[in-house]
């Protein structure tokens, strides 16, 4: 498929965009906007991956667009087309989703219009060949994103998650104007093959990486730019939260990975150090955060933070390792990098699904309502098990193969001639591993909260499961995981073009290895095998059951749970959110959130309740965003009288000004 094929797709999108906007009431427009984006996207999708897999040549479009000397851009590329198809893949599953979804949206005219647009403006982004496109539809993106986040406006904090957003967004897109305006040069072309010709100086290069970094990375969400998206993913609707959470992030680190590895020229050593620490501080940053949440979109939004941070500190080793010689080990970070990449877009938008299910099932996000949901809900609940194992990284699901990749490359890090990287990486290696840890307990207690135990409100007893278009997307998504795990040579070989286009090495080939098994340095040194770990667990399981089933007593003996003498137990006796987090939070609190407990115990005797309460706080917003409000309304309020000045204060003003303008051309010259 050329690339005229995927921008008439784009056009199609917007399309159905403006025709939303006029025939949002129809009856049937939900249904039939969401047909168009599932169909336009899975084309899409299909093409993209067909274009990486048979390493076909890079296509190019210009259109008399954009700036009037240069025209609009457009180009796909190995990188392009392994983006596109994520972004498209994940667009699909949620069109198809909200098939069913949106038959329970309650705002859908304030969705349906800018739900293709969004979709529009991220291919928009990945296809883009020049910093104009580029930027246009990255701000095309986030804008309609944002008009996502507003639907439901009137529901508490949804104003101030789009506001945070909003604000944050523009400083990401001014960073990333300065970054392409500084990549240009002098000649003013920004045009990618122009930059690509010619390589900036050591400090222009070095200013260039901290404001993709912060530009990049404030969408992506690393810490400490993360502050709108535990905001933003919740206010939105559930298939929009799967889209910005699953995908919009991985347009973030498309636009990292595009302009540091294929814009930037070569790598400095020290360029892996920023991005490598901050990565691994998002990484336990965000799954502490995670744990410590009862609102269970606002769990996975933070875990969001976490994965992206795993992603950062595989970037980061490929960038130290690429400028330290060591292109085999940067290939197969990098390797690990975009193969968690596509991990995260599946996983993540399978939870944000099975989430959207529940909160429909239950009329709530808050864990402290929930519980038994999986004998009411048993699809659901199965397929969130899916998600929970692999986000997770437990084998054989496909978040443990780019975990593990992550951490074979750390590994090779001793033979580095840096001691800063030989120091920073071994850290961060024990922060990852940190992390992972605590992401395992972080989604024991979602899913123990929410789908095990009894009910805890009458919503939670009488949820249904949801529909079958809502169930189908994530069983498919399931399914994906399961395959993209037992099978991780396939995903590795498809990334090879990419690998070998930004590094200039790649992996061994792996699809030649027996039995599907993966060796990203060498058979002697390490090896894994998805496909008889997944035989192992699924054989060993059947026989511990046939094995209980018919060799154990016959006779079945029911009884009370023991409730330390008390008979008649209450449901809001089981284990809380809350007290499944209270040892993490105890541990960690004062130092990640300032935690602070105030405990209410009345004196024997005295029948009132016991009461906790937990104050907890985001460092990033309270040491730096807050002092940064603060100040702008300070300026605001003083910059507001001027409103009442008089025509002699107004002309003494403009007097100064003028005074001022004069002392600076004459210092000039």
Same mark, same amino acid.
């Given at each position: 498929?050329?690339?005229?094929?995927?921008?008439?797709?784009?056009?199609?999108?917007?399309?159905?965009?403006?025709?939303?906007?006029?025939?949002?009431?129809?009856?049937?427009?939900?249904?039939?906007?969401?047909?168009?984006?599932?169909?336009?996207?899975?084309?899409?999708?299909?093409?993209?991956?067909?274009?990486?897999?048979?390493?076909?040549?890079?296509?190019?479009?210009?259109? $008399?667009?954009?700036?009037?000397?240069?025209?609009?851009?457009?180009?796909?590329?190995?990188?392009?087309?392994?983006?596109?198809?994520?972004?498209?893949?994940?667009?699909?599953?949620?069109?198809?989703?909200?098939?069913?979804?949106?038959?329970?949206?309650?705002?859908?005219?304030?969705?349906?219009?800018?739900?293709?647009?969004?979709?529009?403006?991220?291919?928009?982004?990945?296809?883009?060949?020049?910093?104009?496109?580029?930027?246009?539809?990255?701000?095309?993106?986030?804008?309609?994103?944002?008009?996502?986040?507003?639907?439901?406006?009137?529901?508490?904090?949804?104003?101030?998650?789009?506001?945070?957003?909003?604000?944050?967004?523009?400083?990401?897109?001014?960073?990333?104007?300065?970054?392409?305006?500084?990549?240009?040069?002098?000649?003013?072309?920004?045009?990618?093959?122009?930059?690509?010709?010619?390589?900036?100086?050591?400090?222009?290069?070095?200013?260039?990486?901290?404001?993709?970094?912060?530009?990049?990375?404030?969408?992506?969400?690393?810490?400490?730019?993360?502050?709108?998206?535990?905001?933003?993913?919740?206010?939105?609707?559930?298939?929009?939260?799967?889209?910005?959470?699953?995908?919009?992030?991985?347009?973030?680190?498309?636009?990292?990975?595009?302009?540091?590895?294929?814009?930037?020229?070569?790598?400095?050593?020290?360029?892996?150090?920023?991005?490598?620490?901050?990565?691994?501080?998002?990484?336990?940053?965000?799954?502490?955060?995670?744990?410590?949440?009862?609102?269970?979109?606002?769990?996975?939004?933070?875990?969001?933070?976490?994965?992206?941070?795993?992603?950062?500190?595989?970037?980061?080793?490929?960038?130290?390792?690429?400028?330290?010689?060591?292109?085999?080990?940067?290939?197969?970070?990098?390797?690990?990098?975009?193969?968690?990449?596509?991990?995260?877009?599946?996983?993540?938008?399978?939870?944000?699904?099975?989430?959207?299910?529940?909160?429909?099932?239950?009329?709530?996000?808050?864990?402290?309502?929930?519980?038994?949901?999986?004998?009411?809900?048993?699809?659901?609940?199965?397929?969130?098990?899916?998600?929970?194992?692999?986000?997770?990284?437990?084998?054989?699901?496909?978040?443990?193969?780019?975990?593990?990749?992550?951490?074979?490359?750390?590994?090779?890090? $001793?033979?580095?001639?840096?001691?800063?990287?030989?120091?920073?990486?071994?850290?961060?290696?024990?922060?990852?591993?940190?992390?992972?840890?605590?992401?395992?307990?972080?989604?024991?207690?979602?899913?123990?909260?929410?789908?095990?135990?009894?009910?805890?409100?009458?919503?939670?007893?009488?949820?249904?499961?949801?529909?079958?278009?809502?169930?189908?997307?994530?069983?498919?998504?399931?399914?994906?995981?399961?395959?993209?795990?037992?099978?991780?040579?396939?995903?590795?070989?498809?990334?090879?073009?990419?690998?070998?286009?930004?590094?200039?090495?790649?992996? $061994?080939?792996?699809?030649?290895?027996?039995?599907?098994?993966?060796?990203?340095?060498?058979?002697?040194?390490?090896?894994?095998?998805?496909?008889?770990?997944?035989?192992?667990?699924?054989?060993?399981?059947?026989?511990?059951?046939?094995?209980?089933?018919?060799?154990?007593?016959?006779?079945?003996?029911?009884?009370?749970?023991?409730?330390?003498?008390?008979?008649?137990?209450?449901?809001?006796?089981?284990?809380?959110?809350?007290?499944?987090?209270?040892?993490?939070?105890?541990?960690?609190?004062?130092?990640?959130?300032?935690?602070?407990?105030?405990?209410?115990?009345?004196?024997?005797?005295?029948?009132?309740?016991?009461?906790?309460?937990?104050?907890?706080?985001?460092?990033?917003?309270?040491?730096?965003?807050?002092?940064?409000?603060?100040?702008?309304?300070?300026?605001?309020?003083?910059?507001?009288?001027?409103?009442?000045?008089?025509?002699?204060?107004?002309?003494?003003?403009?007097?100064?000004?003028?005074?001022?303008?004069?002392?600076?051309?004459?210092?000039?010259?």
């Amino acid at each position: 498929m050329p690339l005229v094929g995927f921008f008439i797709g784009d056009v199609v999108l917007l399309v159905a965009g403006v025709a939303a906007l006029i025939w949002g009431r129809h009856r049937r427009a939900s249904d039939v906007v969401h047909a168009v984006t599932f169909a336009t996207s899975l084309l899409s999708c299909g093409a993209a991956a067909l274009h990486l897999l048979t390493s076909a040549a890079p296509s190019t479009l210009v259109l $008399p667009l954009g700036l009037p000397w240069s025209g609009a851009h457009f180009r796909i590329d190995a990188l392009s087309a392994f983006f596109l198809a994520v972004v498209d893949f994940g667009a699909a599953a949620a069109s198809l989703y909200a098939v069913g979804y949106g038959r329970h949206e309650h705002e859908p005219r304030r969705v349906l219009p800018f739900f293709p647009v969004f979709l529009a403006g991220m291919n928009l982004v990945v296809i883009a060949d020049d910093a104009f496109a580029f930027l246009l539809a990255w701000e095309f993106m986030s804008l309609a994103s944002w008009a996502l986040v507003m639907a439901h406006h009137r529901e508490a904090g949804n104003a101030r998650a789009g506001l945070v957003y909003i604000v944050m967004a523009s400083a990401g897109t001014f960073a990333l104007l300065l970054a392409f305006g500084l990549l240009a040069g002098p000649d003013g072309d920004f045009a990618f093959a122009a930059i690509r010709a010619h390589e900036p100086a050591a400090p222009v290069a070095a200013a260039i990486l901290g404001l993709v970094l912060f530009g990049a990375g404030s969408k992506a969400g690393l810490v400490p730019l993360h502050v709108w998206l535990p905001l933003a993913h919740p206010a939105a609707p559930s298939h929009v939260s799967a889209l910005m959470s699953g995908v919009m992030t991985k347009v973030a680190v498309y636009a990292f990975v595009r302009v540091v590895f294929d814009l930037l020229g070569p790598a400095a050593w020290w360029w892996g150090v920023p991005v490598l620490v901050s990565g691994a501080i998002t990484a336990v940053v965000g799954v502490l955060h995670a744990l410590v949440q009862s609102d269970l979109k606002r769990v996975l939004a933070y875990s969001t933070i976490e994965n992206i941070g795993v992603v950062f500190v595989g970037l980061g080793l490929a960038l130290g390792f690429q400028a330290s010689g060591f292109v085999g080990a940067a290939a197969l970070a990098m390797t690990a990098a975009l193969y968690h990449v596509l991990n995260h877009s599946l996983f993540k938008s399978l939870l944000f699904f099975g989430a959207g299910a529940v909160v429909t099932a239950t009329g709530s996000r808050d864990l402290g309502r929930m519980g038994g949901l999986l004998n009411r809900m048993p699809l659901t609940g199965f397929f969130m098990l899916v998600g929970c194992a692999a986000i997770s990284a437990l084998p054989p699901l496909n978040g443990f193969v780019s975990e593990w990749l992550v951490f074979q490359s750390i590994l090779l890090s $001793p033979a580095l001639p840096s001691w800063a990287l030989k120091l920073s990486i071994p850290a961060a290696g024990a922060m990852l591993a940190l992390a992972a840890a605590l992401a395992g307990a972080c989604f024991v207690r979602l899913y123990g909260t929410a789908f095990l135990g009894r009910p805890r409100a009458a919503e939670a007893g009488e949820a249904v499961e949801v529909d079958r278009f809502s169930t189908t997307v994530m069983g498919g998504l399931a399914v994906a995981c399961l395959l993209t795990g037992i099978f991780p040579g396939q995903v590795i070989d498809a990334v090879s073009p990419i690998v070998y286009a930004l590094i200039g090495a790649g992996m $061994p080939t792996q699809s030649t290895l027996p039995w599907t098994s993966i060796a990203p340095i060498a058979e002697s040194r390490s090896s894994y095998n998805g496909l008889l770990v997944f035989l192992f667990i699924v054989s060993s399981g059947t026989l511990a059951a046939y094995v209980v089933h018919r060799l154990a007593s016959n006779a079945v003996r029911r009884a009370p749970a023991w409730d330390c003498g008390f008979p008649d137990a209450d449901p809001r006796t089981q284990y809380s959110a809350e007290s499944f987090a209270q040892p993490i939070r105890r541990v960690f609190g004062s130092i990640a959130f300032r935690a602070r407990e105030r405990v209410d115990m009345p004196a024997p005797g005295d029948l009132r309740p016991a009461r906790l309460d937990v104050d907890m706080k985001d460092l990033a917003w309270e040491f730096l965003y807050a002092p940064l409000v603060g100040l702008i309304g300070r300026l605001a309020r003083g910059f507001n009288r001027v409103q009442l000045f008089t025509i002699r204060q107004y002309l003494a003003l403009v007097f100064a000004a003028l005074v001022f303008l004069l002392m600076v051309l004459a210092s000039w010259s």
